[in-house]
Every structure is written in C-alpha cells, then in structure tokens.
C-alpha cells in the first residue's frame, strides 16, 4: 500500500505544481471554463496564499512529506499527515464554495487524491492494527 500511497503523493505534487504557475499568472485560459470553474480567480484571490507562501507550493510540500513518510513505512504519521492535509484542502474547498462562490478544477483534483491518500492510509494503518492483535491473539492461546 505504501508504493500506491506514494503514487498518489506524486499525483498530489504534479497536480499542484500545474497550479502554482496560475498563481503568478496574469492569464486564466487554461482553467477559466465557465463561471462556477476559474482557477484564475481562486489563485488571485487574497485566499490563495497563508503569509506570502503560495497554497499550491504548500500542497507540493505536504504531499512530499505524505509520500516519503509512506515509503518510510511510517503508517500513523503518513496517516496524521493525510488527515491533516486533508481538512486543510477542506478548508480551501469551503473557502471555494461559500467564500469565492468558483471552483479551481486543479484544487478540486487535488481534494479528490487527498481524499483517497486518506482512505488508503486508513486501510494501511487498520490492517496493521488487525495484523497486531490476530497476532497477539496468537501468542496467548
């Protein structure tokens, strides 16, 4: 599971990569699809950035953290990790909805592969914890 976990964590950073250069770009063509989906106006917005630091170039970090904690076979901590980058996208989701009120096709991606990296670190994390405790059930009978 660690190498699928990585993959998406791959996924994750060339996702936001894509998205970094609209955040110095003057040009919206390649997002601006209609008006619910413009990546355009969610990479100008003041949202787009937590103290001058580009959320995309945040998203490219902690997807690498996410993978080199997986290919490290650290389970809980790439778990932690997910989640956290998990309510983070939330946050921006939300701040899409409510805030903006348009989608940025690269963010909603993104979401989506977080989303998944969660539920595979879920089943990686749970299925050690069974392998555990069949195990220890094992020993003492």
């Known amino acids: 599971m660690r190498y699928f976990i990585l993959a998406l964590a791959v996924a994750g950073i060339v996702v936001s990569a894509l998205a970094l250069p609209l955040h110095y770009s003057t040009s919206t063509e390649p997002c601006d699809v209609n008006a619910h989906w413009d990546c355009g106006t ?22 690498l ?6 290919f490290a076979r650290q389970r809980f901590a790439t778990f932690l990790a ?30 989506a592969i977080i989303a998944l990296i969660l539920l595979v670190c879920f089943a990686w994390f749970a299925a050690e914890y069974f392998a555990l405790k069949r195990a220890a059930r094992k020993a003492s009978s």
């Not at 953290?65 to 997986?70: H, N």
């Open 82 to 111: 997910a989640a956290l980058g998990f309510l983070f996208a939330l946050r921006l989701s939300l701040i899409e909805q409510y805030g903006l009120g348009v989608w940025c096709l690269y963010c909603a991606i993104s979401q």
């Open 65 to 70: 953290v996410i993978g080199c904690l997986a």
């Open 42 to 63: 969610v990479n100008h917005s003041s949202f787009s950035t937590i103290a001058h630091v580009p959320v995309a170039a945040i998203g490219i970090a902690g997807y």
